[in-house]
Structures are given as C-alpha cells and as structure tokens.
Nanobody
Framework: QVQLVESGGDSVEAGGSLRLSCQASGDSYSGYCMAWFRQLPGNKREGVAG????????YYADSVKGRFTISQDRAKNTVFLQMNKLKPEDTGMYYC???????????????????WGQGTQVTVSE
C-alpha cells in the first residue's frame, strides 16, 4: 500500500514559477519510479514527467521540456516538480503517481502506475 500527498499548487502569472511536492509513504515498491500527470480543462489526463528511484533517470513530455524539472529527495520520500516559465496552457490539476515495480513507468500509459494522489491545482493567468 502506498499513499501519496501533493502540495504546492497555486495561482501565478504567466512567466512565473511553482514547485510541486509529492510525499510518498508505504512499502518499498513506491521507490521504483514516480511521475507527474496533469489534466487540463476539457482534456484527458496526460503525462508530464517521470523519474526512477535507483538512478535518477528523468524523462519529460515534449510540451514541458526545458521548463519543468523533476527531482527527488530519497531520505524524505518526496518527489518534486519545478515548473518555470509557466504558460496559461499549463493550467490544470496536477497528480503524482507511483509506478508498479518492474513496469515501464511510461508517462504515456496510466496503467503503469498503481497509486495516485488527490491532485493539486495550478492556475496560470495571462
């Protein structure tokens, strides 16, 4: 069993920055990989970024490359998403997810992730 709690969502102006946090607790499988997804208004949930516990390998959706950075603090069981140069089209609900042990951890496949947080809202104004 894994529990995930997101925080850090807020309302900011375009060009601003936010740092989201996701604190995980539970069994050791929660450390295999973690990812951030988001759901934009009127759209299906989409993957944003992922990271592997063992080697810090990180990967991103094309829409956020160069602007967002995923990182982790293993001692605190926490994953972060640093979001810079935010755009209005980044507005949405952001979710963190824990990947199943041995899965591909693909941010294009929600079924690779078996635990989800409740989400945190990010709003970017013009």
């Amino acid at each position: 069993q894994v529990q995930l709690v997101e925080s850090g969502g807020d309302s900011v102006e375009a060009g601003g920055s936010l740092r989201l946090s996701c604190q995980a607790s539970g069994d050791s499988y929660s450390g295999y990989c973690m990812a951030w997804f988001r759901q934009l208004p009127g759209n299906k949930r989409e993957g944003v970024a992922g990271i592997y516990y063992r080697n810090d390998y990180a990967y991103y959706a094309d829409s956020v490359k160069g602007r967002f950075t995923i990182s982790q603090d293993r001692a605190k069981n926490t994953v972060f998403l640093q979001m810079n140069k935010l755009k209005p089209e980044d507005t949405g609900m952001y979710y963190c997810a824990s990947g199943a042990y041995g899965s591909s951890c693909s941010i294009r496949q929600e079924s690779d992730f078996n635990y989800w947080g409740q989400g945190t809202q990010v709003t970017v104004s013009e």
